[in-house]
C-alpha cells in the first residue's frame, strides 16, 4: 500500500509540475523516442506562422505520420488548428519532412501525433518548432 500512494504522489507531483511550467517561447528542438497516437508536445508560444520539423523517423514499419496543430486555451477546449501527413523523415535517417501553418493568433500551441501508419509508435532523430517563417 505504501508504494502505490507514493507513486501516486509522485505522478500528482509531476502532473502539477508540468501544469505550473512556463511556456517556452518560440523555436526549439528534441527528439521523440516510440511515441504513440495521442502524444503532446510541449508548449511554445507564437503568432501567425509555425513551422513543425521531424529529422530521422523510424519505428519497425511506419511509413507516415500526421501531425495535428492545436491551440492551447487556458480553461477552454483547445482548438484544432489543422494536421499535416509527414511521410519524408521516414526514407532515412538524414530526410526531414516538415508541416505548416499560417495565420495564426496569438497564443501557446502544441502538436499531437495522429495517425502512425504502419506502426503504433514512432520515433524521430530530432523534431524542431520554428516560428519564423522568413527561413
Not at 1 to 19: D, E, F, H, N, Q
Not at 94 to 111: E, H, I, M, Q
Request: aromatic letters at 14%; charged letters at 20%; proline letters at 1%.
Amino acid at each position: 500500500m505504501k508504494k502505490s500512494r507514493t507513486a501516486v504522489v509522485g505522478s500528482m507531483v509531476a502532473t502539477l509540475l508540468l501544469t505550473l511550467a512556463p511556456s517556452a517561447y518560440a523555436n526549439w528542438t528534441s527528439e521523440l523516442k516510440e511515441v504513440m497516437v495521442g502524444f503532446e508536445s510541449r508548449r511554445w508560444d507564437d503568432v501567425d506562422y509555425t513551422e513543425v520539423i521531424f529529422t530521422g523517423c523510424d519505428q519497425g514499419y511506419a511509413t507516415a505520420v500526421d501531425v495535428a496543430l492545436w491551440e492551447d486555451v487556458a480553461f477552454n477546449y483547445d482548438n484544432y488548428k489543422g494536421k499535416n501527413h509527414l511521410t519524408g523523415c521516414f526514407i532515412s535517417s538524414t530526410s526531414v519532412s516538415y508541416g505548416k501553418w499560417y495565420n495564426l493568433p496569438s497564443n501557446d500551441f502544441y502538436f499531437k501525433i495522429g495517425d502512425i501508419t504502419g506502426s503504433n509508435q514512432m520515433s524521430a532523430r530530432q523534431v524542431g518548432v520554428d516560428t519564423t517563417a522568413a527561413d
